[in-house]
């Protein structure tokens, strides 16, 4: 909608240019013709100049983009959910309430005009029609008449058509019928429909209506001479009018017609004017069609010739079937290779050397594509994929972050030892490819990791060329300009890469840091964290029941053990600390028992036994043993293993067991929101928990509160979750924290 409003804006702007420009120099000037065309050339320009581009290019030495930002990396949604909304129905935005609105008007607009074309053909199906060379003429008393339409001339039976009067009126209407203008009329009425906010073409319509007129009036006068007609016109009756697509005699703007039949024109001033109106036309159209675009002449100069690999993904199997995505006639397998081929096609850069994978539909096995880099001896590598989203997928249940549409650069999840490299190429990637089509903001991992990727011998990158499930992005990478446009990009990318690689151009480190693993994370909430001061140069003072720690004793925590945090400060810490609390106080409160006190072990909240364990900072683990009720000792609790706050992979759940699992239990308190009182808006619950090992959860608490019982909703509800996958360290399930943001669209009933 917004394109489309951009769009009409456009139009607005240049079609008001034009008709003012006829308002000042052309009006009421006797070119009736050259007005006719002029003001029919202004609206097709006005629609046609603002889609078209003309790029007048300027080449430069200097990258606009010399500083390059390294994107943040980020699990793709192969893993988890980063964020999930759950709506009671689908919103209706204000952009699509203007969209219908408008969707609504045009079709009033069009309807009407149906009704009118129905209201002239009733008339010929229920009246004689005389042929009187090429034009049909039919005599009725329908108001309105006379008046013509196309080669139909409907005449009003009240006026003779034998005296001076109506033999005038008739040539009048016939000069309609030989110069066609009812195909104005009709041109005007369609483009009203579709653009019917434009002020300036109805005011052209008017304008177009009257020219029309004028043409007539001139042509009809023949030797009879202006004061007959004139007089004709004034002693005429005025019926009521039928409809604004046909040419009728009776106008009410006699006071122009007149004027027209007895002006002169200078005929120097006539032809100023029309050479006037093309150079205005011209510099309408450049106006809106040209554009200045920078074109960076890549610095060349490398040490070294570096080999890239295009790898085209999949291939044709031996049952004659491709591997890829096909959606009815369009083929991954075919698109891709297109491009990789279009790539070596346009490289005239004598130091960059492009090896693939495969030239034609064969397809070839994952591991032979890492041996075709390793025996090229690769400095890069570049994979090309389309993508296609699972149709089971909810959408209501998709993430900000979840890949829907549009381009997508992936990178390894498993930390090669040119991860640092393949990130920078993935982030030059994005850059470019982004400028001829959208392309996401992060660079993306997949859970389950990527052969190509993972195991390869030089920093490597898979593009995801677009979604196929997606029309938009299926009639982009289908069309050769695009994907040849595609092809120049990554070439660009590659150049660019090498630039800085030769230290030719700046690079910014830029990503999104990570959450450091202090004791903020553990049960403060975001806007408090945000406000700490632990990471100043002037630390607040800590205290770890009762005594003073050092900020690295502090840091040294096992969050597990921390049973409270209390923030103090300015008045409320010096108070109590005195000069010591100037920079503020967190006191810390620990969960630890005396290693010789009894425990008591519940289970369903009934008491299983007593014993004791022993806490291990140093491992973050415990053990000990447990004596039942009837003193028979049972197994030593086994030694848990650390909490991680941070790991590897992260924990992850099947996104549409996870999706059914959220409908089922928050979708009812969603749509019975508004009769509990809560207000329409967007709520958000951050819910903290532990992924255990065997992918239980536990431990649940909530980071945020916005009100209204939700945050006691999720808890309640995230206890019944199904099992998740463990989070994985040294490729190994541990127990990790795990932050899951759930958000709530309250909407009016």
């Not at 009421?28 to 013709?33: A, D, E, I």
């Not at 007048?56 to 606009?64: C, G, I, N, Q, R």
């Not at 058509?161 to 195909?183: N, W």
Request: positive net charge.
């Amino acid at each position: 909608m917004i394109a489309f409003a951009y769009y009409l804006l456009k139009v607005i702007i240049c079609s008001g240019v034009l008709f003012l420009y006829y308002h000042i120099a052309l009006r009421n000037k006797l070119f009736h013709q050259w007005n006719r065309f002029y003001l029919l050339i202004s609206i097709l320009v006005s629609l046609v100049a603002p889609v078209i581009q003309i790029s007048v290019m300027h080449f430069t030495s200097e990258d606009p983009n010399k500083a390059l930002q390294i994107l943040q990396v980020f699990q793709s949604a192969d893993g988890y959910l980063e964020e999930v909304t759950i709506r009671g129905h689908r919103e209706i935005s204000t952009a699509q309430w203007l969209l219908m609105a408008y969707i609504t008007t045009s079709t009033f607009l069009f309807i009407y005009l149906l009704f009118s074309l129905r209201k002239i053909f009733s008339i010929v199906r229920s009246h004689s029609v005389q042929w009187l060379d090429k034009i049909r003429f039919i005599n009725t008393r329908a108001k309105g008449t006379p008046f013509s339409f196309f080669n139909f001339i409907f005449w009003n039976e009240d006026i003779n058509l034998q005296t001076e009067t109506g033999q005038q009126i008739f040539r009048h209407e016939l000069v309609h019928v030989k110069e066609k203008h009812s195909l104005d009329k009709l041109f005007m009425q369609l483009m009203l429909v579709i653009f019917w906010c434009n002020p300036f073409f109805w005011l052209m319509r008017k304008e177009l209506r009257l020219i029309h007129e004028f043409i007539a009036d001139k042509r009809a006068i023949g030797e009879h001479g202006t004061a007959a007609l004139a007089a004709m016109i004034l002693s005429a009756a005025y019926p009521t009018r039928f409809n604004s697509i046909t040419n009728q005699f009776f106008q009410t703007s006699i006071k122009r017609r007149l004027a027209m039949l007895t002006k002169n024109q200078n005929p120097r001033i006539s032809y100023l004017g029309r050479i006037a109106a093309l150079a205005i036309l011209i510099t309408t159209v450049l106006a809106f069609t040209l554009r200045t675009k920078k074109v960076f002449i890549p610095v060349t100069n490398f040490e070294k010739q570096i080999t890239v690999v295009i790898d085209a993904g999949h291939g044709t199997m031996l049952n004659g079937k491709p591997s890829g995505i096909t959606i009815g006639d369009v083929n991954e397998d075919a698109i891709v290779l297109a491009i990789s081929k279009r790539i070596q096609e346009l490289n005239t850069n004598g130091k960059i050397k492009i090896v693939l994978t495969r030239t034609s539909n064969e397809t070839i096995d994952l591991h032979k594509r890492v041996d075709i880099a390793k025996g090229n001896k690769a400095d890069l590598f570049v994979s090309l994929h389309i993508n296609a989203l699972d149709p089971n997928q909810e959408k209501d249940m998709i993430s900000d972050q979840t890949l829907t549409n549009g381009f997508g650069i992936y990178v390894s999840n498993k930390k090669p030892v040119y991860q640092q490299q393949s990130e920078l190429l993935g982030s030059i990637l994005r850059q470019e490819l982004n400028v001829v089509y959208p392309t996401n903001p992060y660079l993306l991992k997949r859970k389950v990791g990527i052969w190509v990727l993972d195991q390869n011998v030089c920093p490597s990158v898979l593009i995801e060329c677009g979604f196929l499930t997606d029309e938009k992005d299926r009639q982009f990478i289908t069309r050769e300009n695009n994907q040849d446009a595609v092809a120049r990009k990554i070439l660009h990318a590659i150049e660019r890469y090498a630039n800085i690689q030769s230290g030719n151009q700046q690079v910014t480190i830029d990503t999104v840091p990570q959450k450091q693993t202090t004791i903020t994370d553990v049960n403060v909430s975001e806007q408090s964290a945000k406000k700490s001061t632990l990471d100043s140069e002037n630390p607040p003072l800590f205290i770890v029941d009762g005594n003073e720690k050092t900020k690295a004793e502090t840091y040294k925590l096992d969050p597990s053990t921390i049973e409270s945090i209390n923030m103090l400060k300015d008045k409320a810490a010096t108070d109590k600390y005195g000069k010591k609390g100037t920079n503020g106080v967190i006191e810390i409160k620990l969960k630890v028992q005396k290693s010789d006190a009894d425990i008591t072990f519940k289970q369903n909240g009934n008491t299983i036994g007593t014993g004791q364990i022993h806490v291990d900072p140093a491992s973050n683990s415990f053990s000990g043993t447990i004596k039942t009720v009837d003193n028979v000792s049972i197994d030593t609790v086994p030694k848990n293993e650390p909490l991680f706050t941070r790991v590897e992979v992260e924990p992850s759940i099947d996104q549409k067991k996870w999706s059914e699992f959220l409908q089922k239990n928050l979708l009812p308190f969603v749509k019975n929101a508004n009769a509990n009182g809560i207000k329409p808006g967007t709520y958000t619950v951050k819910l903290r928990f532990i992924v255990n090992k065997d992918g239980s959860l536990s431990d649940f608490t909530a980071l945020n509160d916005p009100g209204n019982g939700m945050a006691k909703k999720v808890v309640e509800m995230i206890k019944d979750s199904p099992k998740w996958e463990p989070a994985l360290q040294n490729g190994k399930p541990v127990n990790a924290y795990h932050t899951q943001p759930i958000t709530f669209v309250i909407q009016a009933q």
